[in-house]
């Protein structure tokens, strides 16, 4: 036994945007995906790779299953998991009413630890392997999640919600915050595949100070990502002109204190003048695309087109639990709704990149995951394209595109059959 091993199924993986660049399509219709020591030996042909390998590989076949990479959410919130679904009115009057109650049961570590292994259960039910995640403004929250995230040897990237300015109960101060900020990242940083995230939550949450703050500790730690929300909301957006009116606009409140950079992903970024995007562009930065969230807030039609011509990056986020489901899937299906309210039309290619390898390359991490090249990790998902009955009338014939829209439109957790993480079974649907 070499420890090498294989599953034969049809593969689909992109390397980059296969509207923007046809090669970048990895399409194999009986194919074969050999995995070694958690990390991708080989993907392609079955005929071809089966040639010369030892008989005693094991090999599962999965007669009707595509695999392809694990999903990556962008922009996720830990503790909004049981809030989801709260009928609020838009951001600010939903974040009163419904979130800030949730969050404040954080405080709590029993119930952290509780809730860390559900939502961790969810992501890898909905087929996600790899999340940029926000804890709330309790460093237990970030314990917990991490802890599991190490136990499950997940890829995640999250922090603690800076939030000096925060509502009651829910404030943290500028030392404060520092101080459990460097304490997160000393505890757990390149442990298994766990990265920190300074989280400032967003501009009203903190004060000048407190962001200064998390400048200066991203400056110190280049190795961590920055992640907050950007212009979502038109009250918001007016509330934090108020707020910050020495700076240019929105963006620009964070630019002056070192948060705009290539590990910089800013959530939402639905009203977002040229000159910002120009400067997120030329800094690296991404942003998440949430769709669901952003319908469901009534927040606004993010434009994909026009922020992918100023050069910025762009991932999807189900933005729980103002998102309305864990799926990348259906988020790619929303994120198609949303072009075609602004008249534009998302490729299903395009979207099964997005809900991927455009996480993987937003974050910094295409050379780790987001595809099977030899090297890589193998987070993969197997997936049923017949899990419902739509689903199989709809899956059974056409192009791949055709099949991969039913699969998006249709599809939900019910598709994923089983989610592998560096090639070991972390999730099934089929007990
Ligand atoms: N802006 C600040 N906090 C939040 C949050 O929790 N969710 C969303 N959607 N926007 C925010
Ligand atoms: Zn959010």
């Given amino acids: 036994m070499t420890g090498l091993r294989g599953w034969r199924a049809e593969l689909v993986w992109t390397l980059g945007d296969p509207t923007a660049d046809e090669e970048a399509l990895r399409h194999v219709p009986d194919g074969l995906l050999l995995v070694e020591d958690g990390r991708v030996v080989a993907a392609g042909p079955c005929g071809e790779l089966s040639q010369g390998l030892?008989?005693?590989?094991?090999?599962?076949?999965?007669?009707?299953?595509?695999?392809?990479?694990g999903?990556?959410?962008?922009?996720?919130?830990?503790?909004?998991?049981?809030?989801?679904?709260?009928?609020?009115?838009?951001?600010?009057?939903?974040?009163?009413?419904?979130?800030f109650p949730a969050e404040r049961a954080f405080a709590d570590p029993a119930h952290c630890k509780d809730a860390a292994g559900r939502f961790v259960g969810s992501l890898l039910a909905n087929g996600t392997t790899t999340a940029m995640v926000y804890g709330s403004v309790h460093k237990s929250s970030v314990d917990a999640l991490f802890e599991e995230a190490l136990r499950q040897d997940m890829r995640l990237i999250a922090g603690k919600c800076l939030m000096d300015r925060?509502?009651?109960?829910?404030?943290?101060?500028?030392?404060?915050?520092?101080?459990?900020?460097?304490?997160?990242?000393?505890?757990?940083?390149?442990?298994?595949?766990?990265?920190?995230?300074?989280?400032?939550?967003?501009?009203?949450g903190s004060s000048p100070e407190q962001l200064a703050m998390a400048g200066r500790i991203l400056a110190e730690h280049p190795d961590t990502w920055m992640q907050t929300h950007l212009s979502e909301n038109?009250?918001?957006?007016?509330?934090t002109r108020a707020a910050f009116p020495e700076a240019a606009d929105y963006l620009d409140v964070y630019d002056?204190?070192?948060?705009?950079?290539?590990?910089?992903?800013?959530?939402?970024?639905?009203?977002?003048?040229?000159?910002?995007l120009g400067r997120m562009g030329e800094a690296g930065c991404a942003c998440a695309f949430c769709p669901t969230s952003n319908l469901f807030l009534g927040s606004g039609?993010?434009?994909?087109?026009?922020?992918?011509?100023?050069?910025?990056?762009?991932?999807?986020?189900?933005?729980?639990?103002?998102?309305t489901r864990y799926s990348l899937l259906t988020t790619a299906a929303e994120a198609w709704k949303v072009g075609q309210l602004k008249g534009t039309r998302l490729d299903p290619l395009t979207g099964l990149y997005l809900a991927g390898?455009?996480?993987a390359e937003a974050l910094g991490l295409a050379d780790r995951i987001g595809a099977f090249e030899p090297g890589l990790e193998a987070d993969f998902v197997v997936l049923d394209p017949a899990a419902t009955p739509a689903l199989a009338r709809r899956t059974g014939a056409g192009s791949l595109a055709e099949r991969l829209f039913a699969l998006m439109v249709l599809g939900d957790e019910r598709v994923v059959e089983r989610t592998y993480l560096t090639g070991r079974l972390a999730h099934s649907r089929i007990p």
């Fill in 357 to 359: 390898r455009a996480g």
């Fill in 166 to 204: 925060g509502p009651e109960g829910l404030r943290d101060s500028v030392e404060g915050g520092a101080e459990e900020t460097v304490a997160l990242i000393r505890a757990w940083r390149g442990r298994g595949r766990l990265g920190y995230a300074v989280t400032p939550r967003f501009a009203l």
């Fill in 71 to 99: 999903f990556v959410d962008a922009h996720v919130h830990f503790p909004q998991l049981d809030m989801m679904a709260s009928p609020g009115g838009a951001l600010l009057d939903w974040l009163e009413r419904y979130t």
């Fill in 256 to 276: 002056r204190f070192g948060l705009v950079g290539p590990r910089s992903m800013f959530a939402h970024a639905i009203h977002v003048e040229d000159r910002a």
């Fill in 54 to 69: 030892p008989p005693d590989v094991p090999i599962e076949t999965l007669p009707g299953r595509i695999i392809t990479p």
């Fill in 301 to 323: 039609l993010f434009d994909l087109e026009r922020t992918r011509a100023h050069g910025v990056k762009v991932a999807l986020g189900s933005d729980v639990g103002a998102g």
């Fill in 234 to 239: 038109l009250a918001e957006i007016e509330a």
